[in-house]
């Protein structure tokens, strides 16, 4: 009973293939014809194209040939006839004039006479007979064209009879004027249509195909092939033939007509000049004949196809029941043996499984060593290297029996030391390392190859006495961090050293004097007039300068004195043991040498430069005093009217007063919160869509007006006011995001002072709790500052902090230490690559190596970059270029405030379309 309920089965499959068999036949054979059929249509619409150009052409050049003659006539008219009184017959109603116009028509066929009319409409002179019959000739349509218009150029009259010969001919006429300019009559070529029978008929036509010529009006002046009815002028009728002559030519399908005509396809050409135009039609019946046949061709396929399917199918199926039967009967017996060999199998099969399990387990671990990107020795318990992959051979250069197995850890480690593998160790380091000795603690170090590369190699011991040894090339990030040490510590301009490099070297220069007991000057330079330089020449001309002021400092200062830019235009120099007459000296002399006049650019610029002197001992005895003292120095320099160094009297205190009266402006400003916060979208690198906002704090002094952060931020942090200013700010930019109608995050800035606060886990903890805000929302952006202090309970913060979710990101990343396998140690999300280097990015080769560097690097350390300080659309595609996740800048959004990026982020939410729920919930 089941078997024949299958058959049944596998006979509704076979008819339903035939049936779907047969519909792809039709579907096939439907689309193929109607393919070919527009093929026949552009073909002959192509054909027609190429037909009338080739005709308008010809067409042209005989009525051009015509016009000639006539526009030569009536150039000798306009010379010889004086006025319209005089008239045209005195001169042209000669025989001699005769004699001219029958020459002027030789070699012309089409022409079959030249005739010339008078004003008053009678003919003065004609070719065919002289003297002339005084035809009267005014009722013609050129001569009243000419009468009454002012047409200048070529009229081509309708077919008319011809009154000498009555034959049926079109006349090509133009105007005479006198030398007046007054009208004196017409000159007209009687043009014989039947000339142009010969190159329609050259062209070689095709069964259904025909021409016409035509007047701009419609009527028609000739058709070809000759129809018995030629002679009756006809117009062309339809508007599809008006519509294309007014778009200068061009093709249309015109249907077919109630007198029988069937459709037809219909090319028009002009010829320009004479309101002419050539009509090139084939009939579709014409056209699509072959079409036809083909069709007929494919429909038999078709047909032919489905029969033979369906004869297969009947055949199928009866088949199909012969087979099941005949099977039926052998299954039932080897039903039986069947069940006896499987108990056998079922045996084998355990059997072979398990060890295919233990082949396939050492397959794979021997693949994933091969592949593994990392070399790796295990060495066992005597010492001997019992496991290995190729990459540890090709990263330790060793040969290749070397790691084949079996082969002792000392054996290599003695090649290794004969190699002079451990050379750029220190010595410290060479006491534990290189010594082939097997750890008994877990060790990570880097070591620099004698071929130049970096490995990074880490040793774990094994429980037996042996060891799992790592090598990873770490070379780039290491050639990276080398650049990066460099540019954190020198000026990428000028190549001194940058405000950051000058700190650590004066911190060193300053321990020396102490203990040597020396002096030691600091002179605090500021150029006079850079900025109208600047603004003058444009910042290319600006670099230069600064590049060749530096050059000239540094000849006038010694090799172990220092040397640096501070940023913009300040520059700084150390006088290792200088006092305050070398000081004195060295200043005069950097005057002159910076006055100087420079040529750059083909400008000649010139700049002078003011300058702070502070000795140590007698000016301060740290860092910051002799620094601050120099400043205000320096700020003397300036008020005493520039170009001119001044040392440093501790009567000096303008800068420190104007310190003091801020600061107590901004403890007044903390209690009256008198600030508010403006926020910057961050984006994404590819949509630039807002991805966060960063809150940027913002006073207003009622006197002083707007202050900038970077002058009040730093006194508050001096001050200890951050802390107060700082949580503000943090639960007011959360709150703000908690109301924002898309869930973008919140960057916050985070002061170093804040992060010691021990209170600070549990106020953002509540705080977010009060607002609402999910921690996932919050970004903090952390200095680089923070991180050189009291490492262990900064990151135990930082990894709280990063298990409630929120992001932890480290912001002006490239302008302090930035020691990036120091940065490993710290759980950061994200780096924001400072401003700075996104200034010099298109000019400047360096810095394109550096944030290229930056990225790579912080991108193998799984953090998600942001580029600061976008300011033009050239940073944004390099930005793009090299990867870089999302920007911030003046090119994507100013800071602005916070109903602006509430009224903003409304707008987008609106737009989306899952807009309505998402407002609701967000309202
Ligand atoms: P920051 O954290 O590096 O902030 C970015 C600064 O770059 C902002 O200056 C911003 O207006 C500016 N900026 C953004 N895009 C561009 C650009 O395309 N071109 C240029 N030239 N500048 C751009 P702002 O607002 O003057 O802030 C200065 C600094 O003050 C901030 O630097 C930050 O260190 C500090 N600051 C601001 N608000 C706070 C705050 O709430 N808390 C703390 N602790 N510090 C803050
Ligand atoms: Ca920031
Ligand atoms: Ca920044």
């Not at 880490?458 to 460099?486: H, K, N, Q, W």
């Not at 007044?668 to 690198?685: G, H, K, N, S």
Request: one cysteine or more; charged letters at 25%.
């Amino acid at each position: 009973m089941p078997c024949i309920l299958a058959e049944k089965r596998q006979a509704r499959r076979i008819r339903r293939g035939a049936i779907a068999l047969v519909l792809l036949l039709i579907a096939v054979g439907a689309s193929s014809a109607l393919i070919l059929r527009r093929a026949a249509v552009i073909e002959t619409q192509n054909d027609l194209r190429r037909l009338s150009v080739i005709l308008a052409e010809q067409a042209a050049q005989s009525f051009q040939a015509a016009d000639r003659v006539l526009r030569a006539v009536a150039e000798q008219v306009a010379q010889d006839v004086a006025s319209a009184e005089e008239g045209i017959a005195p001169d042209f109603g000669t025989q001699a004039a005769h004699i001219a116009l029958a020459r002027r028509m030789e070699n012309l066929p089409q022409v079959e006479a030249l005739t010339m009319v008078g004003s008053d409409g009678i003919s003065v002179n004609a070719t065919r007979v002289f003297p002339s019959r005084r035809t009267l000739l005014a009722d013609r349509s050129y001569f009243r064209h000419f009468a009454e218009t002012d047409d200048r150029g070529a009229f081509v009259s309708e077919l008319v009879t011809n009154r000498v010969n009555g034959g049926r001919t079109v006349y090509l006429a133009r105007r005479l004027l006198a030398a007046d300019d007054a009208f004196v009559g017409v000159v007209n070529a009687a043009i014989n249509l039947n000339y142009f029978n010969e190159f329609f008929a050259a062209a070689g036509f095709e069964d259904g195909t025909g021409v016409t010529l035509a007047r701009a009006d419609g009527s028609v002046l000739k058709r070809f092939p000759m129809s018995p009815d030629d002679n009756v002028a006809e117009r062309m009728l339809t508007p599809a033939w008006y519509t294309t002559t007014a778009a200068g030519g061009g093709g249309y399908r015109s249907p077919g007509t109630a007198d029988g005509r069937g459709p037809r396809f219909v090319q028009v050409r002009p010829i320009p000049g004479f309101g002419l135009f050539i009509n090139a039609t084939r009939q579709e019946a014409e056209a699509l004949a072959r079409w036809r046949q083909q069709a007929v061709a494919l429909t038999l396929a078709v047909l032919f196809g489905s029969l033979l399917t369906g004869l297969l199918a009947l055949l199928l199926t009866r088949q199909f029941a012969l087979i099941a039967r005949s099977h039926r009967r052998i299954e039932m017996d080897s039903m039986a043996l069947r069940a006896s060999e499987a108990r056998l199998r079922d045996e084998t099969t355990a059997l072979e499984a398990s060890e295919e399990r233990l082949t396939q387990a050492t397959q794979i671990l021997r693949t994933t060593l091969e592949h593994m990107n990392q070399g790796i020795i295990l060495v066992d318990g005597q010492g001997i290297v019992a496991v290995s992959n190729r990459r540890a051979g090709l990263l330790l250069d060793l040969p290749g029996a070397m790691l084949a197995g079996g082969t002792p850890f000392a054996e290599i480690n003695a090649h290794q030391v004969r190699c002079g593998e451990f050379e750029a160790l220190t010595a410290a380091q060479r006491k534990t390392f290189g010594t082939g000795r097997l750890p008994v603690h877990e060790t990570t170090y880097e070591r620099r190859r004698p071929n130049g590369t970096t490995l990074e190699i880490r040793s774990v011991p094994l429980p037996d006495g042996g060891m799992v040894r790592t090598y990873t090339d770490i070379t780039a990030r290491a050639e990276a961090e080398g650049m990066l040490a460099l540019a954190a510590s020198h000026d990428q301009l000028t190549g001194l050293a940058n405000r950051n490099g000058f700190g650590q070297r004066l911190d060193r220069a300053l321990i020396g004097a102490q203990r040597g007991a020396t002096t030691l000057a600091v002179l605090c330079l500021d150029l006079d007039g850079f900025k109208a330089v600047n603004d003058t020449y444009g910042h290319e001309v600006g670099d230069l300068l600064l590049q060749r002021v530096a050059a000239c400092m540094r000849d006038v200062v010694r090799e172990d004195d220092l040397l640096a830019r501070m940023g913009g235009d300040e520059f700084s120099v150390v006088l290792a043991q200088g006092d305050a007459a070398r000081a004195a000296q060295v200043a005069r002399r950097l005057l002159d040498a910076v006055r100087q006049p420079h040529l750059l650019g083909g400008h000649r610029v010139m700049v002078g430069v003011s300058i702070g002197i502070a000795v140590y001992p007698l000016d301060g005895g740290t860092v910051e005093q002799l620094l601050r003292n120099g400043d205000a120095a320096l700020y003397q320099a300036k008020a005493g009217g520039r170009n001119r160094w001044c040392a440093y009297a501790s009567d000096v205190g303008d800068r420190e007063r104007h310190r003091m009266a801020l600061e107590s402006d901004l403890r007044d400003a903390v209690e009256q919160r008198q600030f508010t916060l403006a926020y910057q979208p961050i984006c994404d690198v590819i949509t630039t869509e807002p991805v966060a906002f960063e809150a940027l704090l913002r006073w207003t002094h009622p006197l002083r007006g707007a202050v900038s952060p970077g002058e009040f931020v730093p006194l508050a942090e001096q001050t200890g006011m951050i802390l107060d200013l700082g949580r503000w700010a943090l639960e007011a930019a959360c709150a703000e995001a908690a109301a924002w109608a898309l869930p973008v995050r919140i960057a916050v800035n985070l002061s170093p002072a804040q992060f010691r606060d021990p209170g600070l886990l549990d106020f953002i903890t509540d705080m977010l709790a009060r607002t609402g805000l999910a921690a996932t929302r919050l970004e903090l952006e952390l200095t680089e500052g923070l991180l050189l202090e009291q490492t262990e309970g900064v990151v135990g913060v930082m990894q709280a902090l990063r298990d409630l979710g929120v992001r932890m990101v480290l912001d002006d990343f490239g302008t302090a230490n930035s020691n990036l396998s120091y940065l490993r140690g710290f759980p950061f999300d994200a780096v924001k690559i400072d401003r700075s280097f996104l200034r010099a990015l298109s000019s400047d080769r360096q810095a394109r190596a550096l944030v290229e560097a930056m990225l790579t690097m912080s991108r193998a350390l799984g953090l998600d970059v942001v580029g600061e300080g976008v300011e033009t659309q050239e940073q944004l595609s390099m930005l793009r270029h090299l990867q870089c996740d999302r920007v911030q800048g003046y090119l994507l959004g100013r800071p602005e405030p916070a109903e602006i990026a509430r009224e903003g982020l409304w707008q987008r939410a609106a737009r989306r379309p899952d807009a309505g729920a998402r407002l609701a919930a967000a309202g």
